[in-house]
């Protein structure tokens, strides 16, 4: 059933969508005790009546849900206009982490969740995103990080290919690719792309950093160059363009 909070502020607005009414309940209460307005909903169909009603700065998104999953429902998302997605994974699901990030979510984390830390990942998505929607810089004092006829600026949070056109980055790829143009030219391993993308405290599983390097790749391919992202075998990736900054 669809919940609506009485207040309407989409920058503190958060929508929970799990089939489970207890963990609903206890979810929207925790997090409204943090000053949210916490709306709910138990299906894909009550989160679409929802999206339709109201503007969210979030939306935490259980995987494991009957009729429609969660991981369907992720994919049927306009993640260029939709808000970010926190998916929640079943311990040792870690396939479902994997595709959601290829599907583009913000983040993860194991199911069942700790209240504090499902607080604390809101919390960090929400200030990339306002630092990513926040006032443009202006042209003149912007410093952008350039290789290869590309620019890119970790503050607008924007990436300019070699044609002028804009490349939609999700917030995972973002993250990733100020890492590896920041370390141009060095051998980084999978631990070491985990730790300093997601923080010391990310769960470490491989392929979840090879799925974002694959579809990092691929927005970064240009016909007939050479992958500015190059795999170097048992030891990790290296990003292999010269970086300049002005």
């Known amino acids: 059933m669809l919940q609506l909070a009485e207040f309407m502020d989409p920058h503190t607005r958060l929508l929970i969508v799990d089939d489970d009414p207890g963990i609903r309940e206890l979810t929207a209460a925790f997090l409204s005790g943090h000053g949210y307005r916490v709306d709910t909903a138990e299906s894909g169909a009550d989160m679409r009546r929802a999206l339709a009603l109201n503007s969210y700065a979030l939306i935490v998104l259980d995987v494991m849900m009957p009729d429609e999953d969660g991981l369907t429902i992720l ?29 583009g979510a913000d983040d993860y984390i194991a199911k069942p969740a700790n209240p504090r830390e499902l607080l604390a990942r809101i919390r960090s998505v929400l200030r990339r995103e306002a630092v990513r929607s926040g006032p443009v810089t202006q042209e003149s004092t912007r410093t952008w990080q350039r290789f290869a006829g590309w620019r890119f600026d970790p503050i607008g949070r924007e990436l300019i290919d070699p044609d002028d056109v804009m490349i939609n980055l999700s917030d995972g790829e973002f993250r990733l690719l100020i890492v590896l143009v920041e370390r141009s030219r060095r051998v980084l391993t999978r631990d070491q792309l985990l730790d300093l993308s997601r923080g010391s405290n990310a769960e470490h599983f491989d392929r979840a950093i090879d799925v974002q390097i694959s579809r990092l790749r691929k927005k970064l391919q240009r016909d007939g160059a050479e992958d500015l992202i190059r795999t170097v075998r048992n030891e990790g990736y290296l990003f292999a363009a010269e970086v300049t900054s002005r």
């Open 75 to 103: 994919r049927s998302l306009d993640r260029a206009s939709s808000p970010p997605v926190i998916i929640l994974s079943v311990i040792g699901q870690d396939i479902d982490r994997i595709v959601g990030l290829e599907l």
